[in-house]
């Protein structure tokens, strides 16, 4: 089994991270044929559905390819673990900040919306 040490993380991004991690360090390399789901999963002592979660978000990031009949590929150019630019998994925090951030806009401008209408009931009618 491969240690899963990060608590901030599901448990298929954990998944994820680490064969990101292979990838990046070469033990995986271009073309590379992924182990299976199931043997994903005991690695890592999750369950299939989790282990191909974790394939789902290797995909999204572009780093692994699927066959439909032979599994997973590593992609032929993945994308580097670049010091200088966020990577994935913190692209995926910012994207969900920036929908946090916008809904509490939104929500900011509701609660205005709401005040005036209660400013406007309290006055008394002429």
Excluded: C, N
């Amino acid at each position: 089994m491969t240690p899963i040490a990060d608590e901030t993380r599901t448990v298929y991004e954990k998944i994820a991270v680490d064969l990101r991690r292979q990838i990046a360090a070469g033990t995986l390399r271009p073309g590379d044929r992924l182990d299976s789901v199931r043997k994903i999963a005991e690695q890592f002592d999750a369950s299939p559905g989790t282990a191909k979660q974790a394939l789902h978000l290797l995909r999204s990031w572009g780093l692994v390819y699927a066959d439909s009949t032979r599994g997973y590929f590593v992609s032929s150019e993945p994308v580097p673990q670049d010091e200088t630019g966020p990577g994935p998994e913190l692209e995926a925090v910012m994207r969900e900040i920036r929908a946090v951030r916008d809904e509490v806009r939104g929500l900011g401008e509701r609660l205005q919306r709401l005040e005036e209408l209660v400013q406007g009931a309290e006055r008394p009618a002429p």
